[in-house]
C-alpha cells in the first residue's frame, strides 16, 4: 500500500544541484520531504506537490520521510541532454543518465580498451555505514595521497544525493570520485553494472583503491537469502573476474541484540561463506579473547576460514582517524562508541587494502 498526500511547501531547508530537503504542510501539520531536483524538477516556497508518506507512516528509520513525487506548480522538467540510458526503467520514475560507457561519453573508448584492474586493491562492504571508517583509514594510512573511489550499488538507497556522508568525506577530500551502478544514480560517473563501474574507477576516476558499498538503508527479511547484503559475494566475484584484489568487510557486532547479527553477522556468513565462489581477503579487527572465540566458530561454520584468506589487524587507529576528522556516523542508530566492533571491522578492511598500496 502507498500513501499519497497532497501538500505545500512551507521553507526550503537545505538545497544542492541535486536534492532539496523541503518543509512541508500537510492535512494542517508542518513535515520534512525531500525534492530530487533530478525527477521532479526544482521546488520552491509556496509550490502545491504531491507526497509519497508511505516511509513516514511505516516509521521507517533510514527512509522515514516524505518524498515528492509531482511538483504541481512545475509543468516539465528539463534533464540534460546528453545521455541515453535509462535508470528507473519502464517506471514513471525513470530518469535519463549519461552512462560512461555509451558511445556519447567522452569516455567511451576508454571504457572499451579497459578489461583489467590489474591488481587494484577493491574493498566489498556490506552497509553504507562501514564507508567513513574504511576511507578515514585509507586516508591516514596514504597520507591523503590516494585517489578513493566510491562504487554505489543499486542494494538500497537509489539517489547517491540521499547519503550525506559521501558530500561529507568529498567535502574533506577525503572520497575522490563517486560511480554509481545498476538503477542507483547521481554519482559523478554512471554506470550500467558494477563490472563497469569498477573499470571506470581504474581507468576513468584513475583510482588507486576502491569501495563498493551500496546506499543507506539495506533491505533485509531475517532470511537467509533475502537480503540485499547478498551482493556482497556477487561483487567479490566480479572483482576476481577482472582482475582485482578484493577484500571483504565481515559484520561484526556485540551490540546488535538480534542473534542473527551478534558476532559474525549471518550476511557475511551467506554472502563470503556461500555467494563469494572467488577467494578474498577478509580482514578481521583485534577482539577481545571472548569475541575472538565467538567470531572464529562462526568463520569456522560458515566455511569462510576453508574458501578465504583471513588477516588480524589492530583497527584502533581507523577510529582514531575518524575522530581526527570530525566524523560523527552511527549504523542502526548506534555510534562508533555503542557498537564499536562494527566500525572496527570496516576500518580493518581500509588498513589491509592500504598494505596493498604501500
Not at 509556496?46 to 513525487?69: I, P
Not at 553504507?128 to 566510491?150: D, E, N
Not at 542508530?333 to 580493518?348: H, P
Request: aromatic share 4%; hydrophobic share 40%.
Amino acid at each position: 500500500m502507498i500513501r499519497i498526500r497532497q501538500g505545500e511547501v512551507e521553507d526550503i531547508l537545505s538545497h544542492n544541484p541535486e536534492v532539496t530537503e523541503i518543509l512541508v504542510n500537510v492535512e494542517d501539520q508542518q513535515q520534512k520531504a525531500v525534492n530530487y531536483d533530478q525527477l521532479t524538477g526544482p521546488v520552491k516556497t509556496g509550490d502545491k506537490v504531491v507526497l509519497n508518506t508511505t516511509a513516514l507512516s511505516k516509521k521507517l528509520g533510514t527512509g522515514g520521510r516524505h518524498f515528492v513525487m509531482v511538483n504541481l506548480s512545475n509543468e516539465e522538467t528539463n534533464p540534460p541532454e546528453a545521455g541515453h540510458i535509462m535508470k528507473l526503467r519502464y517506471t514513471p520514475c525513470q530518469v535519463k543518465v549519461l552512462s560512461v560507457e555509451e558511445d556519447d561519453s567522452p569516455y567511451s573508448q576508454i571504457m572499451k580498451d579497459t578489461t583489467s584492474l590489474e591488481g587494484m586493491p577493491v574493498i566489498a562492504a556490506t552497509l553504507h555505514s562501514m564507508l567513513p571508517a574504511i576511507v578515514a583509514a585509507l586516508h591516514k594510512l596514504g597520507q591523503g595521497k590516494w585517489r578513493v573511489a566510491y562504487i554505489m550499488t543499486d542494494g538500497a538507497a537509489l539517489p547517491l544525493t540521499f547519503s550525506k556522508i559521501v558530500k561529507l568525506l568529498k567535502n574533506k577530500d577525503m572520497l575522490h570520485h563517486t560511480i554509481t551502478c545498476g538503477h542507483a544514480y547521481g554519482g559523478d560517473l554512471e554506470a550500467v553494472n558494477v563490472y563497469s563501474a569498477l573499470l571506470a574507477a581504474k581507468a576513468v576516476a584513475k583510482a588507486d583503491v576502491a569501495v563498493v558499498a551500496m546506499g543507506p538503508g539495506i533491505v533485509g527479511t531475517g532470511s537467509k537469502y533475502g537480503y540485499t547484503g547478498l551482493e556482497q559475494g556477487q561483487v567479490v566475484n566480479a572483482i576476481h573476474t577482472l582482475g582485482g584484489r578484493a577484500v571483504a568487510v565481515p559484520r561484526i557486532s556485540f551490540a546488535d541484540q538480534r542473534e542473527r547479527h551478534r558476532g559474525l553477522s549471518h550476511h557475511t556468513a551467506t554472502a563470503l561463506g556461500d555467494v563469494a565462489l572467488a577467494s578474498c581477503t577478509v580482514a578481521l579487527p583485534k577482539l577481545s579473547p571472548e569475541q575472538k572465540l565467538l567470531v572464529e566458530k562462526q568463520l569456522q561454520q560458515s566455511g569462510i576460514i576453508k574458501k578465504h584468506h583471513l588477516v588480524e589487524v589492530d583497527a584502533d587507529p581507523s577510529l582514531a582517524a575518524l575522530k581526527d576528522a570530525g566524523i560523527k556516523v552511527t549504523t542502526m542508530g548506534r555510534t562508533v562508541e555503542q557498537d564499536r566492533e562494527f566500525f572496527l571491522a570496516a576500518g580493518a578492511a581500509g588498513i589491509v587494502a592500504a598494505d596493498y598500496l604501500i
